[in-house]
């Protein structure tokens, strides 16, 4: 088999909420983090339960298509990190972000646990 490698970027107008309104509350920029390895000691962290071992590839901030960006590769691994946000989902019913997957896993299918291979998903 194949090496698979699978990037994400999380662009900067991503993780905000829609409110009912039409305004919106924005989540995150990235913009307060440095260019470069994305520290995962502060606001962001590495999701309990998933495991010590040092990614391949930690996740970093970098400008993409001039915007600011997180990049997330793997390579035969799982990359599961999180922040806390508190929302009132009342005023902010609507999640929007974007994400721009740069390599699928070929063959991936996530009706299947054989090869439930998710390029990117959130999680509540």
Same mark, same amino acid.
């Given at each position: 088999?194949?090496?698979?490698?699978?990037?994400?970027?999380?662009?900067?107008?991503?993780?905000?909420?829609?409110?009912?309104?039409?305004?919106?509350?924005?989540?995150?920029?990235?913009?307060?983090?440095?260019?470069?390895?994305?520290?995962?000691?502060?606001?962001?962290?590495?999701?309990?339960?998933?495991?010590?071992?040092?990614?391949?590839?930690?996740?970093?901030?970098?400008? *993409?298509?001039?915007?600011?960006?997180?990049?997330?590769?793997?390579?035969?691994?799982?990359?599961?990190?999180?922040?806390?946000?508190?929302? *009132?989902?009342?005023?902010?019913?609507?999640?929007?972000?974007?994400?721009?997957?740069?390599?699928?896993?070929?063959?991936? *299918?996530?009706?299947?646990?054989?090869?439930? *291979?998710?390029?990117?998903?959130?999680?509540?």
């Amino acid at each position: 088999m194949g090496v698979r490698i699978h990037r994400i970027l999380m662009l900067a107008l991503a993780l905000m909420g829609a409110t009912a309104s039409g305004g919106s509350v924005r989540m995150e920029t990235w913009g307060t983090s440095e260019i470069g390895p994305m520290s995962l000691s502060g606001k962001w962290q590495r999701y309990p339960r998933s495991g010590s071992t040092p990614f391949k590839y930690p996740p970093a901030i970098v400008i *993409d298509d001039g915007r600011r960006a997180l990049r997330m590769k793997t390579d035969h691994e799982s990359m599961k990190i999180w922040r806390e946000v508190r929302v *009132d989902v009342s005023k902010t019913p609507r999640l929007v972000w974007e994400w721009k997957a740069l390599a699928l896993p070929g063959g991936g *299918d996530v009706r299947t646990s054989k090869r439930n *291979d998710q390029a990117a998903r959130i999680m509540a």
